[in-house]
């Protein structure tokens, strides 16, 4: 079992950036893909970003390609996503997820409790 605590949301201007993490606990925490997804209200789970076990290979949604990177570091049982250029339309809640290397939200088997970005124009 993992489990996953959000941390580093907060309200940036439009073209600011922020650095989100993802905190895992749990001794198995390197057998599963960690994904990044947004919520706003009225919309569905959107997928953003998932990196590899090992954190090798990254995956991106089209809408944040170029803007926001993923990174993992299993030594410390962390993973981050760097967001730059961030738009109002970027705000929502902000969640991972571990599971396998999936882009679907429904796939994946632990989530963290999301933390909110808010992005002012």
């Known amino acids: 079992q993992v489990q996953l605590i959000e941390s580093g949301g907060g309200l940036v201007q439009a073209g600011g950036s922020l650095r989100l993490s993802c905190a895992a606990s749990g001794r198995t925490f390197g057998l599963y893909a960690i994904g990044w997804f947004r919520q706003s209200p009225g919309k569905e789970r959107e997928f953003l970003a998932r990196t590899s076990r090992s954190g090798g290979s990254t995956v991106y949604a089209d809408s944040v390609k170029g803007r926001f990177t993923c990174s993992r570091d299993n030594a410390r049982n962390m993973v981050y996503l760097q967001m730059n250029s961030l738009e109002p339309e970027d705000t929502a809640v902000y969640y991972c997820?571990?599971?396998?290397?999936?882009?679907?939200?429904?796939?994946?088997?632990?989530w963290g409790q999301g933390t909110q970005v808010t992005v002012s124009s």
């Open positions: 997820a571990a599971g396998p290397p999936s882009t679907r939200s429904s796939e994946y088997n632990y």
